[in-house]
């Protein structure tokens, strides 16, 4: 999915941003499980699989309980809107986890270019390696700004 760059001038129809929704729900839920991301929501699995059909759409509290689940669970619905959806505050992460998961990132990286080009498969897969990371990457950005004074 394209990032918008801008904000859209129109409203956004129910069916678009539901169709965001489930794709944002679906990565999340294939990397914890269904089940344990429903259980995170405090919902049953049922709403889940209504919300990744687009049968229904889940209600904003919902919806927006997702982010403690994965703080990245609505970014395709932020993207629409032309916004990114960040902590107020972030945390640093065990700074090994973050650096294995990039190196490990970078890996697939470089195996995805070792024919001269990376297809849009191998894109997603190398996006989704390094999608947790971001918060912790920065949060460390963040601490050297202030560590310096400049923010």
């Not at 394209?2 to 069916?15: D, G, I």
């Not at 889940?58 to 619905?77: I, S």
Request: aromatic share 4%; charged share 25%.
């Amino acid at each position: 999915m394209s990032r918008n760059t801008s904000v859209p001038k129109e409203p956004l129809s129910k069916s678009k941003v539901s169709a965001a929704l489930a794709a944002g729900w679906a990565r999340v839920a294939s990397r914890l499980g269904k089940g344990a991301f429903a259980d995170r929501l405090e919902i049953c699995s049922k709403t889940v699989d209504r919300a990744l059909t687009s049968e229904t759409t889940p209600e904003l509290h919902t919806a927006f309980n997702a982010l403690l689940a994965c703080p990245t669970a609505l970014d395709e619905v932020a993207a629409l809107y032309g916004f990114q959806i960040i902590p107020a505050k972030r945390q640093a992460a065990n700074d090994l986890n973050t650096a294995a998961g990039v190196i490990e990132a970078m890996g697939e990286l470089v195996k995805a270019n070792a024919d001269g080009n990376r297809d849009h498969n191998e894109t997603l897969a190398v996006a989704q390696m390094l999608r947790p990371h971001l918060g912790p990457i920065n949060a460390i950005m963040e601490e050297a700004d202030r560590l310096r004074g400049a923010a």
